[in-house]
């Protein structure tokens, strides 16, 4: 700390005669941005020559890597006391390196005495400056992790949403897409969507080893195999590669990483067979694998899968085969996606399912374009179904009557199925499009013709 009191023209130690003084403490780092954070430094009783004694407030604005400003203006003659309430501000920030006071703009007066108390002002300001190493510490960036985050970028082509990435600047503070944790200042979330990335997902991203999220979504150019090193990423919760041009096998290591909550892998060119590990994961809420060319069966081991408010399993437009597993029966479903597969059998099992959702949502159930071919007459279905596409199927018989008295039904399609007899009548059925029963052997009743 450097204490610098401003000299006579005569060179002397002493503070010359004055009546403006200017006090502050301040760091010697360029580049750095205040915040409106307060404290006051209340000096109480200045002696004016010839005039009642006031109150002077000094107003401390706080800065995040800076120390302090004190501003004294217009504050004449000398100060009996000092008061500092350091002790009620919980404040955060970085230290600075470097502490200066000085007191400036000496204007000299004759007939005024010089200031002989305020060195003892400033010795009393000393507590103050002491909390600064303790309560100033905002993390910045790991440094670790900004050399990693600028290999990220160089990997994917340095996308232009990457721009405000520079060396100059923090990556927690001032780099677009980047989140980090306010305690450790290690990135806990990295999105890189709607660019033109382009290359492969570097390994060197599972060097993030905090990361909660991962976003690398709608990057048309963005190609190769889901990166093994992702494994690595032991706090990973969210995981959204979709819509990209990523190619290979949906990797087994995810069926292991414990912590994921939610997997989008949807409009890739992944192949191969969906990893019954995924079926292990005990916090997983939502699988997305739409759009793919996935083959095989669906795995069983999706059954076990909870969540109290509600599954998200989209795996539609693939090249699934086989019967819905029974284990799904049992499944809490908010939204199930099978449609545009080879799916064969009766998926009745589904219809219920939820019931056993906590959600006050409706749930939303999409069979269509399949091979399924069953006995609709005697299905019964949730209270909670909100929409259901069963359109282009093999599926006979007649419409149950409790479909409906579904109160919270949105939506139905029956289309293209071999369903004859009358749209049961007076319930929500009559509030959807004829085209929603259109091309069925024979069905008949409003909204279609009615019966002969």
């Known amino acids: ?164 990435w520079t060396a100059d600047t923090d990556c927690c503070a001032d780099w677009a897409n980047v989140v980090c944790d306010p305690d450790t200042g290690r990135v806990v979330s990295l999105e890189i969507s709607f660019s033109n990335a382009s290359g492969h997902i570097p390994p060197i991203v599972g060097d993030l080893s905090s990361l909660n999220v991962l976003r690398v979504r709608k990057n048309g150019n963005v190609q190769g195999p889901i990166p093994p090193a992702i494994a690595k990423l032991s706090k990973l919760k969210e995981l959204w590669l979709d819509m990209n041009h ?38 997983l809420q939502g699988v997305f694998l739409a759009d793919n060319r996935l083959q095989g069966t669906i795995p069983a081991s999706l059954g076990r899968l909870r969540h109290p408010t509600g599954l998200y399993i989209v795996l539609s437009r693939n090249r699934l085969v086989g019967p819905i597993p029974q284990s799904f029966k049992i499944l809490n479903i908010s939204r199930l996606e099978l449609s545009g597969n080879r799916l064969t059998g009766n998926p009745s099992v589904l219809f219920r399912t939820a019931d056993m959702v906590t959600s006050q949502f409706t749930a939303t159930l999409d069979l269509s374009r399949n091979r399924f071919a069953f006995d609709l007459s005697g299905a019964e279905f949730s209270t909670k179904l909100g929409k259901i596409d069963l359109r282009s199927n093999r599926i006979y018989g007649r419409i149950p009557a409790q479909l409906g008295k579904i109160d919270g039904l949105e939506y139905i399609d029956l289309s293209h199925n071999l369903l004859c007899g009358e749209i049961p009548q007076g319930g929500r059925l009559q509030i959807f499009k004829k085209d929603q029963f259109l091309h069925n052997k024979c069905l008949c009743g409003d909204p279609l013709p009615p019966c002969m």
């Open 1 to 164: 700390m450097i204490l610098d009191a401003a000299r006579s023209a005569a060179g002397s130690a002493t503070v010359p005669t004055t009546r403006f003084y200017r006090l502050e403490a301040a760091s010697m780092e360029p580049g750095l941005r205040s915040r409106a954070l307060t404290a006051v430094l209340s000096i109480n009783s200045p002696r004016v020559s010839r005039k009642k004694p006031t109150a002077k407030n000094i107003f401390l604005p706080w800065s995040a890597d800076t120390a302090v400003e004190l501003d004294h203006k217009q504050c004449n003659g000398a100060f009996s006391r000092v008061f500092v309430p350091f002790q009620r501000y919980k404040l955060k920030a970085r230290p600075p390196r470097h502490i200066y006071f000085q007191i400036a703009n000496p204007l000299k007066e004759a007939n005024m005495a010089p200031p002989r108390f305020l060195p003892w002002a400033l010795l009393l300001l000393l507590p103050l400056l002491s909390f600064l190493p303790a309560a100033l510490s905002t993390p910045r960036c790991n440094p670790y992790e900004k050399r990693v985050l600028f290999q990220i970028k160089k990997a994917l082509g340095d996308p232009d949403i990457l721009v405000t």
């Open 246 to 283: 990523l190619t290979g096998p949906v990797p087994d290591f995810l069926g292991r990483m414990a912590t994921l909550e939610y997997i989008n892998l949807d409009s890739n060119k992944l192949s191969g067979y969906i990893p019954p590990s995924l079926g292990d994961l005990p916090s």
